[in-house]
């Protein structure tokens, strides 16, 4: 079983909908919580990043975090092309805060 | 542009062979990672090395091995090439020196295919 576990997907949605993406993971050490945004051809950028448990807004994008199953969620709202992509979760625990466990990854396509 | 610059963008080479892939991470960054990005396994934690030292060690191989150098670049070199190797080889680098996580940047990333 691997640490961290994420659909691949593919995702299509129509412009304008809501992405959900989510991501489950084995380790209960993991502290921190990270979403990336990869273009094709291009490596992964932060996209949100949070700390424990909760939620994180900005602007479009929602991150939430359930340390209790173990479940992190990301929503992207009123969706537009430019999100194509593929996105992948990823996690490190406080010992080793920058070894970063990734998902697999979700491509998604938001159709125009 | 992350300001992490990775060489080359492509490469194709034979099995049994040997390949350097190089990254320049960005001014003042002065970690260094690398991961193996292939389609069953997706994003793979290799080595990371902070200011020339090697800090953490992930899955990587024994065939390969990697170094930063005192100008703070990093080379990965891949030696006896197998088929199972050809991924996509990304550099990463951060600022350290505070408590938690910081941002990764990543180059565009090493495009590896063994014949």
């Known amino acids: 079983q691997k640490e961290v576990e994420q659909d691949p997907g593919p995702l299509s949605v129509p412009e304008g909908a809501i992405v959900s993406l989510n991501c489950t993971y084995s380790n209960s050490a993991f502290q921190y919580f990270m979403w990336y945004r990869q273009y094709s051809r291009k490596g992964p950028e932060l996209l949100m990043y949070?700390?424990?448990?909760g939620n994180k807004e900005d602007g479009r994008f929602t991150a939430q975090v359930d340390k209790s199953s173990k479940y992190i969620s990301l929503f992207i709202r009123d969706s537009q092309p430019s999100d194509s992509a593929t996105y992948l979760c990823?996690?490190?625990?406080?010992?080793?805060?920058?070894?970063?466990?990734f998902g697999a990854g979700t491509t998604v396509t938001v159709r125009a | 542009d992350s300001g992490v610059t990775q060489t080359p963008k492509h490469l194709i080479t034979a099995t049994g062979q040997r390949v350097t892939l190089r990254c320049s991470p960005r001014s003042g960054d002065l970690s260094v990672y690398w991961y193996q990005q292939s389609l069953d396994q997706g994003l793979q934690f290799l080595i990371q090395y902070y200011n020339g030292e090697e800090r953490a060690k992930g899955n990587i191989l024994e065939r390969f091995s990697a170094q930063q150098f005192p100008d703070l670049h990093s080379e990965l070199n891949l030696s006896s090439l197998e088929l199972g190797d050809s991924a996509l080889y990304f550099c990463?680098?951060?600022?350290?020196?505070?408590?938690?996580?910081?941002?990764?940047?990543f180059g565009e990333g090493s495009r590896l295919t063994v014949l």
């Open positions: 949070t700390y424990s448990s």
């Open positions: 990823a996690m490190s625990s406080l010992s080793n805060d920058y070894k970063l466990s």
């Open positions: 990463a680098s951060s600022v350290e020196g505070r408590r938690g996580p910081g941002e990764l940047f």
